[in-house]
């Protein structure tokens, strides 16, 4: 009974800050509502018996993730903010459907199946041990690749971060546009163009005159 | 248990059909990039509630390393909207159209 | 033996190898000289089989040695074999000696030119294919030499190929050496057939087994063979080459088309003069062909101003003789004139270089004159030459003419009286290049360009003219007749038999051919000092003339009724089907890619919500396609 009661006041918080963020004008509305759907989520997967999980959720997150968030959205201050500018109003339409589409379609495949009740799990389910067991036995190469991601996130992160633009020069392109390719006659053309002006050298024409001597 | 995993795996939808709206709608790339955590949320969601039905620590395994990638993610998409902030100053995603043909 | 027959045949190529391989990492001179040597050598291993055969029983003198067998299918078989006998060995000595020596020459007449070592790369490799001509000992073999003989002609007539006419006289020379080629390849097609080989003793022995004399295939593979010959040889109907391949060197011109490669024809009905016998109406025709273009060329010759194209229809002229000498059945006659030929023709060409050298290229003799006192040995060794041109030493035309006087019969008696009128036309010719080039007063643009340094040539082309002018003195010796020296007429007449004339028609002859040619020389040399008499004898040739300065239209014959109308359909082809169908469709084909590959890419807008919209929408599609799949 506790279950379902928690089930329900989760979910419908996880779907009202989903709608808040993806709603408000306001970029901070917009993080804050965020990190309430990440303490959601890691109510459900608690309710999951995946412990582990939920506290790497709510660490990494709602933690490191969400601040960096809030970070940027505070440097960046009043250009954050969504430019002004009517939409046409069956785009918005449209998006609803697709979206309304796609959740639907996922929640009729589910439904449609007959799903029994799971297997009876001990505590040790969503320990660490069993999943660090996992991740350096069945998954270790997943566990490597992870680790280079990281890195070269964490490398891209300091690129893109202390970068000096150098100063244009007057007809250099700008920084997203492309310069256009020089047409150049293909050889074809050109091959063909000779081709076709060629003469007929006839031998045969000695020197053969009268004699003078 | 008493909520079955079909109910999680629902909720998991409709938080993913909400971020995909976002996505749709949202022209600021900051709010774009939050839409996206809400659907690799809703993702790590329906995974885990089915490692939970399966009784496998896969789908846990699976789960992490998604939020992992997420992480980096959003680490080379926010340098990305500061570097473009700082260069043109207009932070609108349809006229950020430099990578066209 | 054998050893010598292989070192001699793949010395040259051994040569090609070498020079190729070495390219310009040795000096010009140093791949000369080495060019020279591997003839030489080749020359020596030649020499060695005379030796050898000359010791051995007259019976026995016909080996056939097999490296392998290069060809075959069912029970036919094409081995790779050399005959070595008396022909062969005479052949093989021709073309290896006075090869050689004439590679030396060129040593200083391609001395500068900066392709120097192609030259003597392409020299050897015409030995070798020349070698392989002669010594073949099956018809395959000796149409793979023919071909290749074919080849290096081609390339040694084009060697000056930035310049267009020596390009147009290698394709004019190749593609009706071509002609000949088909010509041997259906005679060798019924070898196949009937016969199942083409090795030289078993095709003889057997041939009028399988063909009877006179009979229709008989004369067809005859036929096949004169083909080969008239072109290769440079007889009517296929001598329009010859004249134009003068644009080569003249080392090439002395070589290929004096000395060996247009005298390939000869050789080839000598050694089979037995399926001519076989088929005697191509015998005749032969014959006759031969003298229609003995008195052809001899009256062209008349008319001459190049100094080299004098010497060329000069050449065409005396195989005429020799064609003539097969076609009546005197083959070492005809083998004899060969080798005389070789001699002088090689001496007179390579004397012309040697003026022309001095001249710095020109080779108009309107523009020479009064060059014996700047030239006094080269002249005395041309007139060695002229001399043995016109036949008074050695006895080489008058052994032809005796013999077709003593064969008798209609084709035989035309033969010696139109070579009777032919001495007298040669005694003009080569009588009044003489004149017009050493004698008389010298022209201004001689005196102008002659340029003598030390010497009246670099030692490499005066000393190789020597020892032609030597060598032909020398074979006079080899066959005199009236029981004086028959040498080489014994030394071939296994193999290469000849019609012994009595000594009575003999003597008759050459007191005639004499006169003739004698006649002709005095008359000439008295002309051009007298410009009245020049005049007066000059009148009532006018028309005739100038039918002799066209060459008696043969190439524009040619032009109408073969170059033209090939040349009309290519362009037609390419014109409309080249263009059209093979361009069109590579454009058509990329135009297509393009215009696929730009509507594609204007599929990349930058914009990203539009991408994650397709993206979706894709994904909703496989969605569904998933879940009807999983319904089902």
Same mark, same amino acid.
């Given at each position: 009974?506790?279950?379902?009661?928690?089930?329900?006041?989760?979910?419908?918080?996880?779907?009202?800050?989903?709608?808040?963020?993806?709603?408000?004008?306001?970029?901070?509305?917009?993080?804050?509502?965020?990190?309430?759907?990440?303490?959601?989520?890691?109510?459900?997967?608690?309710?999951? /018996?995946?412990?582990?999980?939920?506290?790497?959720?709510?660490?990494?997150?709602?933690?490191?993730?969400?601040?960096?968030?809030?970070?940027?959205?505070?440097?960046?201050?009043?250009?954050?903010?969504?430019?002004?500018? /009517?939409?046409?109003?069956?785009?918005?339409?449209?998006?609803?459907?697709?979206?309304?589409?796609?959740?639907?379609?996922?929640?009729?495949?589910?439904?449609?199946?007959?799903?029994?009740?799971?297997?009876?799990?001990?505590?040790?389910?969503?320990?660490?041990?069993?999943?660090?067991?996992?991740?350096?036995?069945?998954?270790?190469?997943?566990?490597?690749?992870?680790?280079?991601?990281?890195?070269?996130?964490?490398?891209?992160?300091?690129?893109? &971060?202390?970068?000096?633009?150098?100063?244009?020069?007057? @007809?250099?392109?700008?920084?997203?546009?492309?310069?256009?390719?020089?047409?150049?006659?293909?050889?074809?053309?050109?091959?063909?163009?000779?081709?076709?002006?060629?003469?007929?050298?006839?031998?045969?024409?000695?020197?053969?005159?009268?004699?003078?001597? | 248990?008493?909520?079955?995993?079909?109910?999680?795996?629902?909720?998991?939808?409709?938080?993913?059909?909400?971020?995909?709206?976002?996505?749709?709608?949202?022209?600021?790339?900051?709010?774009?990039?939050?839409?996206?955590?809400?659907?690799?949320?809703?993702?790590?969601?329906?995974?885990?509630?089915?490692?939970?039905?399966?009784?496998?620590?896969?789908?846990?395994?699976?789960?992490?390393?998604?939020?992992?990638?997420?992480?980096?993610?959003?680490?080379?998409?926010?340098? +990305?909207?500061?570097?473009?902030?700082?260069?043109?100053? @207009?932070?609108?995603?349809?006229?950020?159209?430099?990578? %066209?043909? | 033996?054998?050893?010598?027959?292989?070192?001699?045949?793949?010395?040259?190529?051994?040569?090609?190898?070498?020079?190729?391989?070495?390219?310009?990492?040795?000096?010009?001179?140093?791949?000369?000289?080495?060019?020279?040597?591997?003839?030489?050598?080749?020359?020596?291993?030649?020499?060695?089989?005379?030796? &050898?055969?000359?010791?051995?029983?007259?019976?026995?003198?016909?080996?056939?040695?097999?490296?392998?067998?290069?060809?075959?299918?069912?029970?036919?078989?094409?081995?790779?074999?050399?005959?070595?006998?008396?022909?062969?060995?005479?052949?093989?000595?021709?073309?290896?000696?006075?090869?050689?020596?004439?590679?030396?020459?060129?040593?200083?007449?391609?001395?500068?030119?900066?392709?120097?070592? %192609?030259?003597?790369?392409?020299?050897?490799?015409?030995?070798?294919?020349?070698?392989?001509?002669?010594?073949?000992?099956?018809?395959?073999?000796?149409?793979?030499?023919?071909?290749?003989?074919?080849?290096?002609?081609?390339?040694?007539?084009?060697?000056?190929?930035?310049?267009?006419?020596?390009?147009?006289?290698?394709?004019?020379?190749?593609?009706?050496?071509?002609?000949?080629?088909?010509?041997?390849?259906?005679?060798?097609?019924?070898?196949? %057939?009937?016969?199942?080989?083409?090795?030289?003793?078993?095709?003889?022995?057997?041939?009028?087994?399988?063909?009877?004399?006179?009979?229709?295939?008989?004369?067809?593979?005859? &036929?096949?063979?004169?083909?080969?010959?008239?072109?290769?040889?440079?007889?009517?109907?296929?001598?329009?080459?010859?004249?134009?391949?003068?644009?080569?060197?003249?080392?090439?011109?002395?070589?290929?088309?004096? &000395?060996?490669?247009?005298?390939?024809?000869?050789?080839?009905?000598?050694?089979?003069?037995?399926?001519?016998?076989?088929?005697?109406?191509? /015998?005749?025709?032969?014959?006759?062909?031969?003298?229609?273009?003995?008195?052809?060329?001899?009256?062209?010759?008349?008319?001459?101003?190049?100094?080299?194209?004098?010497?060329?229809?000069?050449?065409?002229?005396? +195989?005429?003789?020799?064609?003539?000498?097969?076609?009546?059945?005197?083959?070492?006659?005809?083998?004899?004139?060969?080798?005389?030929?070789?001699?002088?023709?090689?001496?007179?060409?390579?004397?012309?270089?040697?003026?022309?050298?001095?001249?710095?290229?020109?080779?108009?003799?309107?523009?020479?004159?009064?060059?014996?006192?700047?030239?006094?040995?080269?002249?005395?060794?041309?007139?060695?030459?002229?001399?043995?041109?016109?036949?008074?030493?050695?006895?080489?035309?008058?052994?032809?003419?005796?013999?077709?006087?003593?064969?008798?019969?209609?084709?035989?008696?035309?033969?010696?009286?139109?070579?009777?009128?032919?001495?007298?036309?040669?005694?003009?010719?080569?009588?009044?290049?003489?004149?017009?080039?050493?004698?008389?007063?010298?022209?201004?643009?001689?005196?102008?360009?002659?340029?003598?340094?030390?010497?009246?040539?670099?030692?490499?082309?005066?000393?190789?003219?020597?020892?032609?002018?030597?060598?032909?003195?020398?074979?006079?010796?080899?066959?005199?007749?009236?029981?004086?020296?028959?040498?080489?007429?014994?030394?071939?007449?296994?193999?290469?038999?000849?019609?012994?004339?009595?000594?009575?028609?003999?003597?008759?002859?050459?007191?005639?051919?004499?006169?003739?040619?004698?006649?002709?020389?005095?008359?000439?040399?008295?002309?051009?000092? @007298?410009?009245?008499?020049?005049?007066?004898?000059? %009148?009532?040739?006018?028309?005739?003339?100038?039918?002799?300065?066209?060459?008696?239209?043969?190439?524009?014959?040619?032009?109408?009724?073969?170059?033209?109308?090939?040349?009309?359909?290519?362009?037609?082809?390419?014109?409309?089907?080249?263009?059209?169908?093979?361009?069109?469709?590579?454009?058509?084909?990329?135009?297509?890619?393009?215009?696929?590959?730009?509507?594609?890419?204007?599929?990349?807008?930058?914009?990203?919500? /539009?991408?994650?919209?397709?993206?979706?929408?894709?994904?909703?599609?496989?969605?569904?396609?998933?879940?009807?799949?999983?319904?089902?």
């Amino acid at each position: 009974m506790t279950y379902d009661i928690v089930f329900i006041v989760a979910s419908v918080v996880a779907i009202a800050a989903a709608l808040m963020v993806v709603l408000s004008g306001n970029p901070f509305i917009s993080s804050l509502s965020l990190i309430a759907n990440l303490i959601a989520l890691a109510t459900f997967y608690i309710l999951l /018996q995946s412990d582990f999980l939920a506290a790497a959720q709510v660490i990494v997150y709602a933690g490191a993730v969400m601040i960096m968030f809030l970070f940027v959205t505070a440097y960046l201050g009043g250009r954050a903010d969504e430019p002004t500018r /009517q939409r046409p109003w069956w785009q918005t339409l449209a998006a609803l459907v697709a979206s309304a589409g796609i959740a639907a379609e996922i929640v009729f495949g589910v439904e449609r199946e007959s799903f029994l009740h799971g297997p009876v799990v001990s505590d040790a389910f969503g320990a660490p041990q069993a999943i660090a067991a996992s991740f350096l036995g069945r998954y270790l190469l997943a566990f490597e690749g992870t680790s280079v991601m990281l890195l070269i996130a964490a490398v891209g992160g300091v690129v893109l &971060a202390t970068r000096r633009p150098a100063p244009r020069g007057a @007809d250099e392109p700008g920084a997203f546009e492309v310069e256009q390719p020089v047409r150049v006659q293909s050889l074809q053309s050109s091959v063909m163009q000779a081709e076709t002006e060629f003469e007929i050298v006839r031998s045969g024409a000695g020197s053969d005159e009268k004699d003078a001597g | 248990m008493h909520v079955g995993v079909q109910w999680f795996v629902s909720v998991s939808a409709i938080l993913f059909g909400i971020g995909l709206y976002g996505v749709f709608t949202r022209r600021s790339p900051l709010i774009l990039l939050l839409s996206v955590e809400i659907m690799l949320n809703a993702c790590n969601l329906a995974l885990i509630s089915f490692s939970r039905y399966q009784g496998q620590q896969s789908g846990q395994v699976f789960a992490l390393v998604v939020m992992a990638v997420a992480a980096s993610e959003v680490v080379v998409g926010l340098g +990305i909207v500061v570097a473009v902030a700082r260069r043109k100053g @207009d932070l609108d995603v349809d006229r950020l159209t430099g990578l %066209r043909n | 033996m054998e050893a010598l027959a292989w070192i001699c045949l793949f010395t040259p190529l051994v040569g090609v190898a070498a020079l190729t391989l070495a390219g310009s990492r040795i000096s010009r001179q140093a791949a000369a000289w080495a060019g020279t040597l591997f003839a030489f050598v080749a020359f020596a291993a030649a020499i060695g089989e005379l030796i &050898a055969m000359l010791g051995e029983n007259a019976s026995a003198r016909a080996h056939t040695y097999t490296l392998y067998t290069w060809a075959g299918s069912g029970t036919f078989r094409v081995p790779f074999s050399v005959l070595v006998d008396p022909l062969s060995v005479t052949e093989m000595l021709i073309v290896a000696g006075v090869g050689a020596v004439i590679v030396m020459y060129s040593i200083g007449y391609m001395l500068g030119d900066v392709k120097e070592r %192609r030259f003597f790369v392409y020299l050897d490799l015409f030995l070798f294919s020349m070698l392989l001509l002669v010594m073949a000992g099956n018809f395959v073999l000796l149409l793979a030499g023919w071909g290749l003989v074919g080849l290096s002609s081609y390339l040694l007539i084009g060697f000056w190929h930035e310049r267009p006419e020596p390009v147009a006289a290698a394709k004019k020379a190749f593609v009706m050496n071509a002609i000949g080629d088909v010509g041997i390849a259906i005679a060798i097609f019924f070898m196949v %057939r009937d016969l199942g080989t083409t090795d030289f003793s078993t095709v003889f022995s057997t041939a009028s087994q399988h063909w009877a004399k006179g009979s229709a295939d008989a004369d067809w593979v005859a &036929a096949g063979l004169l083909l080969g010959a008239l072109a290769k040889s440079a007889q009517i109907p296929l001598h329009t080459w010859l004249p134009d391949a003068m644009e080569g060197p003249t080392p090439v011109s002395a070589l290929i088309h004096a &000395a060996t490669m247009v005298t390939a024809g000869v050789y080839l009905v000598a050694r089979a003069h037995v399926l001519f016998e076989n088929a005697p109406d191509i /015998q005749t025709l032969v014959a006759l062909l031969g003298l229609l273009t003995l008195l052809m060329a001899g009256v062209v010759a008349l008319v001459q101003t190049d100094i080299k194209r004098i010497i060329a229809y000069s050449t065409m002229s005396q +195989i005429g003789y020799m064609f003539t000498a097969v076609g009546v059945g005197a083959y070492s006659a005809g083998m004899f004139l060969l080798l005389a030929h070789a001699f002088f023709k090689a001496l007179l060409f390579l004397g012309a270089g040697i003026v022309i050298h001095a001249l710095d290229g020109e080779q108009d003799v309107r523009r020479m004159g009064g060059l014996g006192s700047a030239l006094p040995k080269t002249k005395w060794m041309m007139w060695i030459g002229t001399i043995a041109l016109i036949g008074f030493w050695p006895f080489s035309k008058d052994d032809v003419l005796a013999a077709a006087l003593q064969k008798g019969g209609a084709t035989a008696d035309l033969v010696w009286a139109g070579g009777l009128v032919g001495a007298f036309f040669t005694g003009i010719y080569a009588t009044r290049l003489m004149r017009l080039t050493f004698y008389g007063e010298r022209s201004q643009f001689a005196s102008e360009h002659l340029h003598t340094g030390h010497g009246e040539a670099p030692w490499v082309m005066f000393w190789t003219v020597a020892l032609l002018a030597v060598g032909t003195l020398l074979a006079g010796f080899l066959e005199i007749g009236y029981g004086i020296s028959n040498v080489f007429f014994d030394w071939l007449a296994r193999v290469a038999p000849t019609i012994e004339p009595t000594d009575a028609r003999d003597l008759a002859t050459t007191a005639l051919a004499w006169l003739a040619g004698g006649g002709a020389a005095l008359l000439t040399w008295r002309a051009y000092g @007298d410009p009245a008499l020049l005049a007066r004898l000059k %009148r009532p040739w006018g028309t005739m003339a100038g039918v002799a300065e066209h060459k008696f239209y043969w190439d524009e014959l040619y032009d109408r009724i073969a170059y033209l109308p090939a040349s009309a359909v290519a362009i037609a082809i390419y014109r409309f089907f080249e263009r059209w169908v093979i361009w069109g469709t590579i454009s058509l084909v990329t135009y297509i890619v393009s215009m696929v590959a730009r509507g594609t890419a204007d599929a990349q807008t930058g914009i990203v919500r /539009q991408y994650a919209t397709v993206l979706v929408a894709g994904a909703a599609v496989l969605g569904v396609y998933f879940l009807s799949k999983a319904t089902l």
